[in-house]
Every structure is written in structure tokens, then in C-alpha cells.
């Protein structure tokens, strides 16, 4: 399932919104790790790559923050 569905699906549901908001987590860290060995390796190719997909998955962090209930 795509994640942007996922988000519609789970609604303002904390049981549904933070397993997504953990495995985005898990993404973004694991995408920081590979931004910073493509810095290090001058590849500035794969580091656009990355670093579109690491707006992607903002974007969708901010979107998960705004549907979480506060408490």
C-alpha cells in the first residue's frame, strides 16, 4: 500500500498514524546514512536523488504530525 493511502486510511488514529511515523523514521535515518557517504564520495548525482527523496518522506512526516491527536 502506498503510504500517502495509508495516511488516508488511518485517519487521526494513533494505533494506525504511529506505526507509519516509525517506519518514515526509519527511512529518513537510513537515508541520511546514504546522503553522507554520497557526499563523501563527491557523487552529487546520487545526492539529488536522496535528497528529493528525503523531502518526500518530510513531507510526509509533516503530514503524519499534523493528523497525530494531541494530547
Known sequence: MEVREALVEAGK???KLQPL???NTTSME???DELASAFAAQD???ALKL???L???Q???EEIHERMPVK
Do not use: N
Open 13 to 15: 488514529r494513533l494505533d
Open 21 to 23: 511515523r516509525d517506519a
Open 30 to 32: 537510513r537515508l541520511y
Open 44 to 46: 552529487m548525482e546520487q
Open 51 to 53: 535528497t528529493a527523496r
Open 55 to 57: 523531502q518526500y518522506l
Open 59 to 61: 513531507r510526509i512526516e
